[in-house]
């Protein structure tokens, strides 16, 4: 390699291997959701299991982008509220306002994470409409976001807090 090209190849490496961390890792579809941490046990929930709550529909959902781009228009997810899933787990509270100190942390299979408060979910209107879902449409999730997806119904961009391949479920007690 002449120097000229040499230059070139090392002022192009760090844009050439920047590409991959775009995507840091495949997602694969999720079978289950552990739900972990401050919990009075760890347990872990597939399809099956969550069908056993209490089943709810979204209605209507846009999934927007956070740069405004409509990226899905669905008529309806199925599935159980969070908060349902984390009652029958039952969060540990040492003491009456342990409630509030906790986040609420959603990851995916491909490393992607969103954060909840316990305010958020149990104490405004946005927590109603917080669901794990393995139904889109009528159908189950496809390979693309299966089998399990979170969606925040209430959020003004939807698509950040639309959790593909949802996999876990954290609490962690804020100090
Ligand atoms: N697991 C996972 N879920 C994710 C993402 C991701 O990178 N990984 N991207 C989010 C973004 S940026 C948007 S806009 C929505 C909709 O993306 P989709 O149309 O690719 O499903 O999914 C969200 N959910
Ligand atoms: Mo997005």
Not at 20 to 49: C, L, W, Y
Not at 154 to 168: A, Y
């Amino acid at each position: 390699m002449k120097p000229p090209a040499l230059l070139l190849a090392l002022l192009l490496a760090p844009a050439l291997s920047a590409t991959p961390a775009a995507h840091p890792m495949a997602g694969t579809p999720s079978h289950s959701v552990r739900i972990t941490g401050a919990v009075k046990a760890p347990a872990e929930f597939d399809v099956a299991a969550l069908k056993k709550l209490l089943p709810r529909n979204s209605g209507p959902v846009d999934v927007v982008c956070a740069s405004g781009a409509v990226v899905g228009k669905v008529e309806n997810f199925r599935g159980v509220r969070l908060t349902d899933v984390l009652d029958r787990v039952g969060i540990d509270l040492k003491e009456h306002k342990d409630d509030r100190r906790m986040v609420i942390v959603a990851r995916a299979t491909d490393g992607y994470v969103v954060t909840f408060s316990w305010s958020e979910l149990y104490n405004t209107p946005i927590g109603r409409d917080v669901l794990v879902a393995w139904e889109k449409d009528g159908k189950p999730l496809d390979a693309h976001e299966g089998q399990l997806l979170l969606i925040s119904g209430q959020d003004i961009k939807t698509g950040p807090r639309h959790v593909r391949w949802l996999s876990e479920i954290e609490i962690v007690r804020m100090k």
